[in-house]
């Protein structure tokens, strides 16, 4: 079932007339049958859209279609969605049977039947076997399954999960994001999955929302948003470690970091040193400072764009080990996970500030060394100052 949301705003108003525009002339299409991640952060309007999907938030403007079908004025009950939220709100004096059964009696399916749909569902979702169970006698991830069978029990034309792995920890996160992933291909039900996680967003959609003050900042593929973001916010939200974000310019159809010129930087280095004492040995520290200049003039890129001052992102996977590349930089910390390796590396125009940079673990780079990088052009962005937009 195809979802279209045509111009939609939904706007707050408080008891002293304060006004919030949660939603903001929102268009988007949620395509049948695929699972999509409305993503953004706390705040943005994720779940005020997805309530009015649901039915239960009315917007002041605009038009909800699931297919050809008018649903902005449908009673939630009328619109067959099935809703999971953050909290799972499983009724806890009944059993897992009585709870994944209670959407069935309330529409009168005949008792036979709903038994048998209920544990059909129970099987899809896992929890088959813990069906005369309270909900406090399970975990919070078999909690979770049992509010996705609930919801999946009436066969909705939507499944719509607010957050719905907030609160497990973890490894249960990882493990409960496949079940869904698995449960919703193997039921091909259209599905919105709300979370302000975008590496979770990233690994479990089909299509991301990206959404910013009630505002659409993009939808697409994962990967073609992470590797073609529209505009900083898009850039800066997807991608660990983080996109690297420093002032540049374009001059000459070059992309130049800082202003191209040189920029020094103090460092203070504390030596130990070992002296004799007669029959002692004293271990002495040695505190010297030192002034490093560091060039920027050096073009990272090319570019067709005019000159102008811009923000550059670079990804971290962008920086090769090179040691004839064009930037030079000091190593300040190294963190290993295995796979790769993040050097942490001190923005010499900007102190206080770091860079993130992966590189492969075989390279065995050490705090203090200096290393060469040259970058990988499709790695590069470049933004507008004002507008955030990509150049
Ligand atoms: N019932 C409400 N009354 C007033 N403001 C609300 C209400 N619900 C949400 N908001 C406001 O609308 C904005 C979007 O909220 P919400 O959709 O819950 O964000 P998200 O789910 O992305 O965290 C926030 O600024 C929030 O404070
Ligand atoms: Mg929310």
Request: proline share 5%; with cysteine; hydrophobic share 40%.
């Amino acid at each position: 079932m195809e979802i279209k949301l045509q111009n939609i705003t939904k706007i707050f108003i408080a008891k002293d007339k304060s006004k919030t525009v949660a939603v903001n002339s929102l268009d988007i299409t949620i395509p049948s049958g695929k699972l999509v991640g409305l993503l953004g952060p706390s705040g943005c309007g994720k779940s005020t859209t997805l309530y009015m999907i649901a039915g239960l938030l009315d917007p002041n403007e605009g038009k909800i279609f699931f297919g050809d079908e008018d649903v902005t004025d449908a009673a939630p009950e009328d619109r067959g969605i099935g809703l999971v939220f953050q909290n799972y709100a499983l009724y806890p004096h009944m059993t897992v049977r009585q709870n994944i059964m209670f959407p069935l009696e309330n529409i009168r399916v005949p008792k036979e039947e709903a038994l048998i749909m209920a544990q059909e569902m129970a099987d899809l979702v896992g929890i088959g076997e813990l069906m005369n169970r309270k909900p406090k006698q399970l975990s919070g991830g078999q909690q979770q399954r049992v509010a996705i069978a609930r919801a999946l029990v009436k066969k909705p034309r939507v499944l719509l999960l607010d957050e719905p792995l907030s609160n497990l920890d973890a490894r249960l996160r990882l493990q409960t994001r496949e079940e869904i992933k698995r449960i919703q291909r193997e039921t091909g039900i259209t599905t919105i999955f709300v979370t302000h996680d975008q590496e979770e967003a990233m690994s479990i959609s089909d299509e991301i929302i990206l959404m910013d003050f009630g505002v659409k900042q993009q939808i697409g593929e994962p990967q073609d948003i992470y590797d073609s973001p529209d505009n900083l916010f898009v850039a800066k939200f997807l991608g660990t470690p983080p996109i690297n974000i420093m002032d540049g310019q374009i001059k000459s159809k070059k992309v130049m970091i800082a202003d191209g010129k040189k920029f020094k930087m103090k460092t203070v280095e504390i030596e130990q040193k070992v002296v004799q004492e007669g029959e002692q040995e004293i271990v002495q520290e040695v505190q010297t400072m030192e002034v490093k200049e560091y060039e920027f003039n050096v073009a990272i890129a090319g570019t067709k764009a005019k000159s102008q001052k811009v923000v550059v992102g670079i990804r971290p996977e962008g920086f090769v080990v090179d040691k004839d590349g064009p930037l030079k930089l000091d190593v300040y910390m190294v963190e290993t996970i295995g796979r790769d390796t993040t050097l942490v590396i001190k923005d010499p125009t900007d102190e206080g500030r770091t860079f993130r940079v992966i590189v492969d673990a075989s390279h065995r780079v050490k705090p203090g060394q200096k290393i060469g990088f040259s970058i990988k052009r499709d790695k590069v962005f470049m933004f507008n100052k004002e507008t955030g937009e990509l150049i």
